[in-house]
């Protein structure tokens, strides 16, 4: 409320505002002094009841933890292994477990399927791809206009329980894997469709029937009487032509890589024989408009086929004879050219060979032109058991094809680092070469990983379980296998959790001498709750909390004081560490039933519940009844807060009005003088 403007003692000269203040003033503090002064009391009351709550509800955490079954738990130790040092598993004990020692060997660990297609030089690309494929039973629809990423897409929407990746391989080049959502030994399993898009996108092989013969024309290796006529196939991303009449799958294999392809023939036992099969990397179809095309591969038997590894092969340049015609195994070396110029080689010259197998090592050997050598000496020397590619751990093999290139195959499927050139010292001290060789096939694994359980011995029993987390196994404690280490056995601990009990009972002791500290704060005659009976109740429930026994249960340690915990002088609850270390190592269960639920733990949960209940406990009513009073005594501060102000307006009009009419008694006097000395000059 605005105070109207006063002019007071203008007319008296008595300063009429400051005796309006002096009087409000005086009033205010008979009648609201003592009310503001109560509720800042009361405030900081609900301050101080509000902090007791908060070290109660500690206090109640702390009780908690001591008062669970297996009070301090247990921790289980897991030594490295003796022999190299690795850490073969961890271990976390739980409060079910039991004490004692396990003989644990790690077999093998889990890991998930995962394959990878064919490599894309553009992984955005429309692939012009149409039909389906499954992943793990789940169908995946394909349109032409989708790109690699696309698919992933799609395959990463089918909800198939896989991930579906690209992986860069420089630039805009990349391959789609696909990786098992869950560990285990389940495979990921690729449903190649009616259009073979399994193949298409690499996961898959093409394989022929097993047939005879390599190396006898394919029509008579099968025993067919009619057979097709020479016809186009597509393979992968090439297409040849192929006669079964004349070619043996070998052949064929042979046309396949010198068209950019790869194939190979595989061998396999069929009952007392040795069968083969023709194997390419990709989907094989009929070329359109070839009406014998699709004969030739239903001839062959053509079908999806694994998901098994391709092996690298590095071809040299295209050689041809002294007619310009592709060489064959017969051609002369002396008669050699590379890349359609004459090789100028003589008796007496040395053709170096120099590469890497598969595995990275060195190989570097070579040959003296002898006369009669051709290119199948060349082939034979490359082949050598002994120094050459057909020797050591990771052997190659070595063939020419109808283009006169010789492909160098990598016979171990995979990542290879396989590599090799030749060049030449003729007998007069120059050099020459052989032309430049090339990767001709990316030798890579579809199954990048194979999924499969872990397997872990346990004092001598093996359990397998899809994870490497294994927590059925030893009671109340998880295992989590991380390196497999067959033939080593280590010792798994389990053990009381000693330093667990002791830091949990420190943490009570703490906890209940916070409160304390707390109460001798209050019992100062200037605190906010100095003289109050709930604070003194409430304190005591949580020392008759601490006097709980036990003894009819334990034999040994039923009391706190058994334990090393004792009330000094000032009230204050000490721990002994020695005598509680003593008494756990002594009788571990009677320590958990002193702590547990009937015991110390559950006395004082149950004291810090009823304490904090809501609307309930005595911390609670009090913070009530302090907030209905506060705001009782806020509304009585208001009214008299209002009651002044009024009283200081019918002051100042009081005191007004009395001006005014000073003012006019003034005027009044001054006319009256006026007129007696107008009077007085006249009558002079």
Do not use: C
Not at 293 to 310: C, E, F, Y
């Amino acid at each position: 409320m605005t105070t109207p403007l006063n002019f007071g003692g203008l007319s008296s000269g008595v300063q009429w505002n400051d005796i309006v203040d002096t009087t409000i003033k005086a009033l205010e503090a008979r009648q609201v002094t003592p009310i503001t002064d109560r509720i800042t009391l009361r405030n900081k009351q609900k301050e101080a009841w509000t902090k007791l709550q908060g070290l109660v509800n500690n206090m109640n955490s702390a009780a908690l933890a001591v008062r669970r079954a297996g009070f301090g738990g247990f921790q289980a130790t897991v030594p490295t292994s003796a022999s190299s040092g690795r850490s073969l598993l961890t271990a976390s004990a739980t409060s079910a477990a039991t004490a004692g020692r396990y003989r644990v060997e790690v077999l093998q660990t889990a890991d998930t399927a995962k394959l990878a297609g064919g490599s894309v030089a553009d992984t955005t690309a429309a692939r012009n791809l149409s039909g389906s494929f499954t992943v793990n039973g789940a169908t995946i629809s394909v349109d032409a206009a989708d790109s690699l990423t696309a698919i992933r897409d799609k395959v990463n929407g089918a909800n198939a329980g896989v991930t579906a990746t690209i992986v860069s391989e420089g630039g805009t080049a990349g391959r789609l894997v696909l990786t098992n959502n869950a560990s285990g030994a389940t495979k990921l399993d690729i449903g190649d469709g009616a259009e073979g898009l399994g193949r298409e996108l690499g996961f898959l092989d093409s394989r022929s029937k097993p047939i005879s013969s390599s190396t006898v024309a394919a029509a008579a290796a099968m025993g067919l009487a009619v057979y097709p006529q020479p016809a186009s196939i597509r393979v992968g991303h090439v297409t040849i032509t192929a006669d079964l009449a004349t070619e043996s799958i070998s052949s064929i294999a042979a046309k396949i890589n010198a068209a950019g392809g790869s194939a190979s023939v595989e061998s396999e036992q069929y009952g007392d024989e040795t069968r083969y099969r023709l194997v390419t990397d990709g989907n094989v179809s009929a070329v359109g408009g070839d009406p014998n095309s699709q004969a030739v591969i239903d001839a062959l038997g053509m079908a999806t086929g694994t998901s098994g590894a391709v092996r690298q092969t590095v071809q040299s340049a295209a050689f041809t004879d002294g007619s310009d015609a592709p060489v064959s195994a017969s051609t002369a070396l002396t008669s050699l050219k590379v890349d359609g110029a004459s090789a100028n080689l003589v008796v007496g010259d040395a053709i170096n060979i120099r590469g890497t197998r598969g595995d990275g090592t060195a190989v570097s050997y070579g040959i003296v032109i002898e006369p009669g050598d051709t290119m199948q000496s060349l082939l034979d020397r490359i082949n050598d058991a002994s120094s050459g590619f057909g020797s050591g751990s990771r052997t190659a093999s070595a063939e020419l094809g109808p283009d006169g290139r010789i492909r160098l195959t990598d016979d171990t499927g995979g990542a290879s680092r396989m590599s090799f050139s030749m060049s030449v010292t003729h007998a007069n001290g120059t050099t020459g070469s052989l032309g430049a060789t090339s990767t001709a096939v990316a030798g890579r694994s579809r199954e990048l990983q194979q999924g499969r359980d872990a397997i872990v011995r346990v004092d001598g029993q093996e359990f397998t379980r899809s994870s490497n987390t294994f927590s059925d196994v030893v009671n109340g404690v998880a295992i989590t296998l991380q390196t497999a280490e067959p033939g080593t056995t280590i010792d798994l601990a389990v053990e009381r959790d000693e330093k667990g009990a002791v830091d949990a009972t420190k943490k009570l002791v703490d906890a209940y001498n916070e409160i304390r500290s707390f109460y001798d704060e209050q019992r100062a005659t200037d605190a906010p709750l100095y003289g109050d009976g709930n604070l003194r109740r409430v304190v005591n429930t949580f020392t008759e909390a601490l006097r709980a026994d036990v003894s009819g249960t334990n034999a040994t340690y039923g009391r706190s004081v058994n334990v090393g915990l004792m009330l000094d002088r000032a009230g204050k609850l000490t721990f002994n560490e020695a005598d509680f270390k003593k008494a756990f190592a002594d009788k571990p269960a009677e320590i958990e039933t002193l702590f547990g639920m009937s015991g110390i733990g559950g006395a004082f949960v149950v004291a810090t519940d009823n304490a904090t209940r809501f609307g309930e406990g005595p911390i609670s009513t009090s913070l009530n009844s302090i907030l209905e009073n506060v705001n009782t005594l806020q509304n009585r501060e208001a009214e008299q807060k209002k009651r002044l102000e009024d009283r200081r307006m019918q002051l100042i009009q009081q005191y007004t009005r009395m001006e005014e009419a000073l003012s006019r008694l003034q005027q009044q006097s001054g006319s009256l003088l006026a007129s007696v000395q107008g009077l007085q000059g006249s009558s002079n």
